[in-house]
């Protein structure tokens, strides 16, 4: 008599952890790693200062205070001392550790959603497709091409959630599970304060019997307005709001017309979702359970956008923009995409090899092609340890390695934006400190408004930088005890005329010890 082996659970665990290593270097592989770009110029500088307090001696104000609150830079340091590699390694690990544990809470929660194999998997790639897309007018992606300690608070969220969400099929969660979710949300925050809080706010939304309080839409806007935050907040000084104007981000009557599509249409269809998943009967769709999640991320959506114009329209609440209750809709959107990448498996895909290929290699060229239409010139990934073919960057390696630690540099406020340049923050880069820039700085001053006087005064004393002569580089040395300067040499890159190049006689007028095509650094006495 022939008989059947059971699968064990642990071969079943090992298929699902490879299917999702795979996953996670498909995603890597489109949508590309780079270091010390974008955010990571907050973060990396506050991991080299963790593993070398004489680093930043001038400015360290302008990325630890938004850094102190959280543990993503003691984890990567200790990682650092632990197993005796490189920051970029550690750095790259910890990169690939969260997306691995982001598409892993995906695919826990489209277990709850989806029975059937094929929609999970078609769930979880779609969000492995979509890491790189953008979350409305928040400047959020699902998640970044660099390691952020939002990834991992995302993943730490999603684990929460699938401890509460089969609360919306009437079952009512244990202690067990309240526990796991109570770890779960404090480890998110300990890593990164604000996404525990939209996290904490989805969980609430979730297991929250809003049949009780029918209509909920009015009783929750009247709360809102009814709150008397200006009691709270005084007025930004005219400093902060200098710094609060650089983020078109947090003010919603700034952001472009499809910018504002991209806060109702998901409204819309998850509203459409939640009706059509009452009608349908799938043995592979959980109807219940996706019906009313998509219901409660419409309420969701609808009160954080309601709490937005609140906050962003008054210029009496202003110091609370950058607050920005628009980036709930970050888990929004990674909910909906989950909700209709499983709905194409069950219903689209199948078994239909050819579909999964047109859907998905489709979707990888054009997030790919983003992607290197966004940094043209850096490898799309940057390697620990490789060349990343990035002219500024080779800069920043030499500023860090024929430099003292204490040296203090000045860069045009707007050369994280040049043409070239790619978005690569110079202090996490070069481990060496820098005056304010206008680009990343102000989102620190934006949190921390004691320091706004202080950046005020260095990006005001750098007004028409690009128009400098060698006398204002030594008044910047007499003012701030600068003594070195990164410039954009001519011709290096395409510069539009707000960008426009440091001129040829003030680089041949100072010492210059390194120079590239497009980057020269030069000592200021």
């Known amino acids: 008599m022939e008989t059947v082996q059971a699968k064990s659970p642990e071969m079943g665990y090992l298929r699902v952890a490879v299917y999702l290593l795979l996953l996670t270097v498909a995603a890597i592989a489109i949508h590309g790693y780079h270091l010390g770009i974008e955010d990571q110029a907050i973060y990396l500088p506050a991991i080299r200062f963790d ?60 277990k709850i959603l989806f029975p059937g194999e094929k929609a999970r998997w078609a769930a979880v790639s779609l969000i492995a497709g979509l890491l790189t897309i953008p979350v409305t007018g928040t400047a959020l992606y699902l998640a970044d091409q660099h390691l952020h300690p939002r990834a991992l608070a995302t993943a730490f969220i999603l684990f929460a959630t699938c401890e509460l969400l089969p609360s919306l099929a009437g079952q009512r969660p244990g202690a067990r599970r309240w526990a796991l979710a109570a770890m779960w949300v404090t480890l998110a925050t300990v890593i990164h304060i604000q996404m525990a809080f939209f996290g904490t706010l989805l969980l609430i939304f979730i297991v929250f019997p809003w049949r009780l309080i029918f209509p909920w ?35 919603l009557l700034r952001w472009e017309w499809y910018e504002w599509v991209g806060i109702f249409a998901p409204m819309a269809m998850l509203w459409g979702l939640s009706i059509l998943a009452r009608k349908i009967e799938s043995p592979g769709f959980q109807s219940q359970i996706v019906g009313r999640l998509c219901r409660r991320l419409a ?61 998905f290699l489709s979707l990888a060229a054009g997030m790919f092609y983003a992607q290197r239409d966004l940094f043209p010139a850096t490898r799309h990934i940057e390697w620990p340890g490789a060349t990343t073919g990035n002219q500024w960057v080779d800069a920043f390696d030499w500023v860090r390695l024929h430099t003292p630690t204490d040296s203090f540099f000045v860069l045009d406020p707007h050369y994280i934006s040049y043409p070239g340049e790619d978005y690569h923050g110079f202090r996490g880069l070069a481990e060496r400190g820098q005056m304010a820039d206008r680009d990343k700085d102000p989102g620190v001053v934006c949190l921390f408004p004691a320091i706004a006087h202080t950046w005020h005064e260095q990006v005001t004393a750098l007004d028409g930088f690009p128009e400098f002569t060698a006398a204002d580089f030594h008044r910047l040395h007499q003012q701030f005890g600068v003594d070195w300067a990164v410039l954009a040499k001519p011709g290096g890159t395409k510069l539009d005329s707000e ?18 095509r497009s980057v020269a650094v030069c000592r200021i006495r």
Not at 229 to 245: V, Y
Not at 307 to 318: D, L, Q, W
Not at 499 to 516: D, F, G, K, M, W
């Open 217 to 251: 839409e009015r009783v929750a806007m009247a709360a809102l307005i009814g709150t008397p935050l200006h009691t709270l907040f005084q007025p930004g000084s005219a400093e902060w709001r200098e710094a609060a104007m650089t983020r078109s981000q947090h003010y």
């Open 499 to 516: 960008h426009r190049p440091t001129a040829s006689a003030v680089i041949s007028s100072l010492e210059c010890p390194y120079q590239n």
């Open 51 to 110: 593993l070398d307090h004489g680093l930043y001696p001038h400015d360290s104000e302008f990325f630890l205070p938004q850094t102190r609150p959280t543990l993503i830079d003691e984890l990567v340091a200790s990682t650092v001392r632990a197993r005796h590699i490189s920051v970029e390694q550690a750095v790259f690990g910890w990169h690939i550790v969260s997306i691995f544990l982001i598409l892993l809470g995906c695919w826990r929660v489209s």
């Open 299 to 359: 309420y969701l959506a609808i009160v954080a956008f309601v709490g937005a114009v609140i906050i962003t329209t008054p210029a009496r609440f202003e110091r609370l923009t950058p607050y920005q209750p628009m980036r709930a809709f970050h888990l929004i959107y990674l909910s909906l995409f989950l909700i209709i990448g499983g709905l194409l498996g069950h219903y689209v895909l199948k078994n239909k090899v050819w579909r999964w290929l047109a859907l």
